[in-house]
Structure formats: structure tokens, C-alpha cells
């Protein structure tokens, strides 16, 4: 299984329009961020976690010319508002099959009603199968995928664990239950915002108490804002076994 991370920044990206804080005036390519997605691919499958308004580029940044689908964790402008550049892949490919909890498939079919609508289809505009998600494995190809629950403040996300690798982002809260589903995996991907509090998201000290908890072989942080800092100093602090994600870093398990 290979994992390349298409975007490792928080809703906003890095460096932030207009701002002068200096890890957006970074020069390192490591601290440019885009909003936080992965490409998830084994044998000859290609799925997307979540589609975010840097996906076009994205995609051609990673070189990815097909997709089997897309999964979705919620449905907060920074995960979904990529949909419509799924055209390319439609014209090709045909209707692209999504993934997301119900409702999260209502929240597209209102932002997006001229992709998921049956009714009056503009003819240039692509189409998607829907699939909803419950609490419970379902199967993605010859892949058993188990969602795993959260909470982003109030609102329900799902993090999911594909074999050996599990993927959680804007968490805040995970119940142990949750927990077990993805203890000892050996690859752990996980928010971690910045240093400071945050009602919605893990900060760094959260991430790394949740990192203990599960215990995995090694673990990445992603979903950073400036505000955790820059990247090669932060890299210095974290245990042996945590990384800082950044754009463009492909990992196999």
C-alpha cells in the first residue's frame, strides 16, 4: 500500500493570503501546505480521502491521471469543495463512486445538486455514486475499510483504518472503543494543529498523548497550521517515531 499526502495544511492552507507571520513567509517547501487530503493506492486501486479546493492541482501535482473513488470524512468546505474537478476523471472514467455518512451526502447534494441530482443534468457536468457509510466496515475493492468515530467540537467525522494504516483528521474527541479499532496498526496519521489549545482539533501535545494511546510502529502528523511552527524545528522535538507529514511525502506499507 502506498500513501501520498496531497495536503498536510489546515482549512485555510500555508502560507495564509496576506499574512505575515513567519512561518508563511517560509522558504522551505516543507512548510507550504495545502488543504489536507490523501491518496490512498494498493494493487492497481487509487482512492482519495477527501477532495478539497486544492484537489486540481493536487492531482496533477501527484501525477494521478485515475481515481476509484473518494472518501469522505465530512463535510467541511476544506475536504469537499474540490468535487467539480472531478471532470476529468468522469469523462474518462465514467460515474465516480463517493463515500461519506448521510449526512454528509445531504450537505453535497445541496452545494453540489447539478453532480449528485438525476433531474435536468447539465450535460458538462460530471456524476457521482453515492455510497453512504455507517459505523462499520465496509469494503473499498478487496479492501475491508473500518471507520473509525470522532468528533471535530460537536460534529460526527470519520477517520478510517485501511489494513496497517489508520488515517484520522479534524479530531477531538475519540471514545476508547474507537480507539481499539486501531490500536497497533503500524502506520498512524493524525491532526495535530498546532501548539496551543484548539476547541475542534487535537493540538501537538493532544496528538502525541493519542499517538501513545494507540501505539502504532510510526506515526505522522498532518492538518498543520502556522501556528505549530516551522517544520524543520518541530521535526527536532517530537518522539523518534513521529514526523511531521508534509505535501508530496509518499510512504508504503
Known sequence: MKITFLGTGTSQG?????????????????DKRLRVSVLIAWD??????????????????AGCDSIDGIVFTHEHADHVMGLDDIRPFYFKQG???????????KSLRKRFDYILSTKNKYPGAPAVIPHRIKNK?????????????????????????FDDLAYLTDMKT??????????????????????????SHFNLEEALQFIDKVNPEIAYLT???????FHEEVERILPENVFLAYDGLEITI
Open 137 to 161: 466496515p465496509f469494503k473499498l475493492k478487496n479492501l475491508e475499510v473500518i471507520p473509525v468515530n470522532g468528533l471535530h467540537d460537536a460534529l460526527q467525522v470519520f477517520g478510517f483504518r
Open 95 to 105: 460515474d465516480i463512486p463517493i463515500y461519506a455518512h448521510k449526512r454528509v451526502l
Open 174 to 199: 475519540v471514545t476508547d472503543k474507537e480507539v481499539e479499532k486501531i490500536k497497533g496498526v503500524k502506520v498512524l496519521v493524525v491532526n495535530a494543529l498546532r501548539i496551543d489549545s484548539h476547541r
Open 44 to 61: 492497481s486501486y487509487k482512492y482519495v480521502i477527501d477532495c478539497g479546493p486544492d484537489f486540481r492541482y493536487q492531482m496533477l501535482r
Open 223 to 229: 492538518h498543520i497550521s502556522h501556528l505549530l511552527g
Open 14 to 30: 500555508i502560507p495564509i493570503i496576506g499574512s505575515k507571520h513567519p512561518v508563511c513567509l517560509s522558504t522551505d517547501p516543507k
